[in-house]
């Protein structure tokens, strides 16, 4: 079993929907939770940062994790054209290494 | 700042030959990683220096795979010989701390392809 699953999607939506992007881990010492965004021939980017499990929202875009379940989620509300990227959840426990989902492409269609 | 720099940007080689990449990383930052990133195995470490020491080279594939960070502000990751396996895009990333907030900030890649 890999660290960390993500469905690599496509996913396709339409302008002004509601997206929903999600991952499981295996490895119950994760602590720090992140998502980046990564443009087509660009380098990744944060866009979401949280510790432990809860509620983390930031404008349009809100990062829930549940340690329980080992499950995070990423919410994108009144998804805009902007928004058509790749997703990466990330995750570390303490000091150590990032570990990358796969990613998910993410097209939001005018 | 300019943020994380890459060079080159696209590299283009054949089989057997020596591929150098290099990174200049945003000033102040004392955390580096190598990164490669693959449709198959997504965005996968390789290496990342402490202060300029390597701290953590396990995800480097092989010994044709080294890394070097001669001073704070310059790194090179050097592939000799270079396989068709190797295509892939390598990103350097720093940042300024690790633990509770160490956002790393990725350059733009370096897009490699190996005939």
């Known amino acids: 079993q890999k660290e960390v699953e993500q469905d690599p999607g496509p996913l396709s939506v339409p302008e002004g929907a509601i997206v929903s992007l999600n991952c499981t881990y295996s490895?119950?010492?994760?602590?720090?939770f992140m998502w980046y965004r990564q443009y087509s021939r660009k380098g990744p980017e944060l866009l979401m940062y949280t510790y432990s499990s809860g509620n983390k929202e930031d404008g349009r875009f809100t990062a829930q994790v549940d340690k329980s379940s080992k499950y995070i989620s990423l919410f994108i509300r009144d998804s805009q054209p902007s928004d058509s990227a790749t997703y990466l959840c990330a995750m570390k426990s303490g000091s150590e290494k990032l570990v990358f989902g796969k990613g998910t492409k993410l097209t939001v269609n005018p | 700042d300019a943020g994380v720099i890459q060079s080159p940007r696209h590299e283009v080689t054949e089989m057997g030959q020596e591929v150098t990449l290099r990174c200049k990383p945003i000033?102040?930052?004392?955390?580096l990683f190598w990164y490669r990133q693959t449709m198959m195995r997504g965005l996968e470490l390789l290496i990342y220096f402490n202060n300029n020491v390597p701290i953590d080279d396990s995800g480097m594939p092989e010994d044709r795979f080294s890394a070097k960070m001669p001073n704070a502000s310059f790194s090179t990751l050097k592939i000799q010989p270079s396989e068709p396996r190797d295509s892939a895009v390598y990103f350097c990333?720093?940042?300024?701390?690790?633990?509770?907030?160490?956002?790393?900030?990725f350059g733009p890649g370096t897009r490699l392809t190996v005939l």
């Open positions: 490895n119950s010492a994760f602590q720090y």
């Open positions: 990333a720093s940042s300024w701390r690790q633990g509770l907030s160490d956002t790393q900030y």
């Open positions: 000033s102040g930052h004392d955390y």
